[in-house]
Nanobody
Framework: QLHLVESGGGLVQPGGSLRLSCAASGFTFSSSTLGWFRQAPEKEREFVAFVTSTGGTFHAGSVKGRFTVSRDNANNTMYLQMNSLKPEDTAVYFC?????????????????WGQGTQVTVSS
């Protein structure tokens, strides 16, 4: 059974850093594209970044230069390093597995989701 579990969220001051992890099981991790999305209260789920099976990455403009997605195939884990955090980065962050169809920027093209981890940026 496919399983995605996020961890690493928490409360951080503006300008601080966090690293999120997404531990995966139940599917061939190394051959899968995985993504990070986030959802703030009363807002739609928003694309953050994805990493392909070969390590290629793409980041949303709002996080480019501050966030970095990566993966460790040996440990079936994806990461999101978040630096220079801003209050507007406050959201629940989700990892998801891409279904290999359509745009990798669209949440509707991800077929399995983790439960999310809360990130709060506040002084």
């Amino acid at each position: 059974q496919l399983h995605l579990v996020e961890s690493g969220g928490g409360l951080v001051q503006p300008g601080g850093s966090l690293r999120l992890s997404c531990a995966a099981s139940g599917f061939t991790f190394s051959s899968s594209t995985l993504g990070w999305f986030r959802q703030a209260p009363e807002k739609e789920r928003e694309f953050v970044a994805f990493v392909t099976s070969t390590g290629g990455t793409f980041h949303a403009g709002s996080v480019k230069g501050r966030f970095t997605v990566s993966r460790d195939n040996a440990n079936n884990t994806m990461y999101l390093q978040m630096n220079s955090l801003k209050p507007e980065d406050t959201a629940v962050y989700f990892c998801a597995a891409y279904d290999n169809s359509g745009s990798g920027l669209s949440a509707q093209n991800y077929y399995y989701w983790g439960q999310g981890t809360q990130v709060t940026v506040s002084s």
